[in-house]
């Protein structure tokens, strides 16, 4: 069984103000996304920037096939979305933009303005796996490219590039925690004997401390004397893939022509001792090739397929 995450990039049907401008275009994209979903062939994809609920109903007909597909009923203000795609009914669990609890809103801009409440929202769903039920949520978390007053994408000084830096950052961690207490939540108390999975673009890489809250208890990582010693944390712990992806495919994005690992996908204690391999881009195909991005994303618009690889994991029995 593979399961993947993937961030669409813009999917919007054309004519509006962040999709393509035209139908060749559009038709471009999709068939370039459908290309590489189809030669995936995922059991479930967790997918982010889906910009209109009859754009992913366009890529669905164009992968062709049977497919169940649950979307987010909360976007972000230009109207992106997660969801799910699945070979098998899906149920949904939740579907929130709530912090988690006792946590207070955080500053967004310099004039004081809090949030109390994610961007996007975050979606749990269950399906039947191959070895019984299957929770996964999906997520994407406060991106690092920043936006400041009246639209503009570049900082008029140094000290409102930090300060939007770290308004930022107090977003992605805030919405780190609300989707570690989600996890939590389908994890009911012991991944040891449960099949949960966390998907989506959380922003930053395998190292950093807002990916890092995610993981739970600390002890047991990948490669670690610890992974193979039960203990009490394994069933709060959830484990992050990267440690299984060739070092040379581990990155999902290049970031001014870095390359970054920011798409992730996270399993219960039960899952990560299934896993057979796991990657970036398409299964024996090497390094993804993307292009890379600035900090403007509007030259972006239209272009065809995604700015991200898909990331994966292959489960056996």
Do not use: C
Not at 82 to 87: D, E, M, T
Not at 158 to 175: I, K, N, T
Not at 193 to 222: F, I, K, M, W, Y
Not at 286 to 291: A, I, T, Y
Request: aromatic residues 4%; hydrophobic residues 40%; charged residues 25%.
């Amino acid at each position: 069984m593979l399961l993947g995450t993937w961030n669409l990039e813009n999917l919007y049907r054309p004519g509006g103000p962040f999709g393509p401008e035209d139908r060749a275009a559009y038709d471009t994209k999709l068939a370039a996304l459908a290309a590489v979903i189809t030669e995936l062939d995922p059991a479930l994809l967790g997918v982010q920037e889906v910009g209109e609920p009859a754009a992913l109903a366009d890529l669905v007909t164009t992968v062709g096939g049977d497919w169940h597909t649950v979307l987010s009923g909360h976007p972000d203000h230009r109207g992106i979305r997660v969801g799910v795609l699945s070979r098998t009914p899906l149920r949904v669990l939740a579907d929130t933009k709530a912090f988690a609890a006792r946590l207070r809103p955080v500053q967004t801009e310099d004039k004081g303005g809090t949030t109390g409440k994610a961007g996007r929202g975050l979606l749990a769903v269950e399906t039947d796996g191959d070895a019984g039920p299957l929770r996964v949520a999906v997520a994407h978390l406060k991106s690092k490219l920043l936006t400041y007053p009246n639209k503009r994408f570049h900082p008029l000084d140094e000290g409102e590039r930090v300060r939007f830096g770290a308004y930022a950052l107090f977003r992605r961690a805030a919405e780190a925690a609300a989707l570690r207490e989600l996890a939590g939540q389908l994890l009911a108390g012991d991944g040891r004997v449960r099949d949960v999975a966390v998907l989506g673009d959380l922003n930053d890489d395998e190292h950093a401390a807002t990916t890092q809250l995610l993981l739970g208890p600390p002890g047991s990582e990948l490669a670690t004397a610890g992974f193979d010693r039960p203990d009490l944390g394994d069933a709060e712990r959830l484990w992050n893939v990267a440690g299984h992806i060739p070092a040379d495919e581990r990155f999902s994005r290049v970031h001014s022509g870095r390359r970054e690992l920011i798409d992730h996908i996270l399993l219960s204690h039960r899952l990560i001792h299934r896993v057979t391999t796991a990657g970036t881009g398409l299964p024996d195909a090497g390094p993804p090739r993307l292009p890379s991005v600035g900090e403007d994303p509007t030259r972006r618009r239209g272009a065809v397929g995604s700015d991200h690889a898909p990331v994966w994991v292959r489960l056996g029995a």
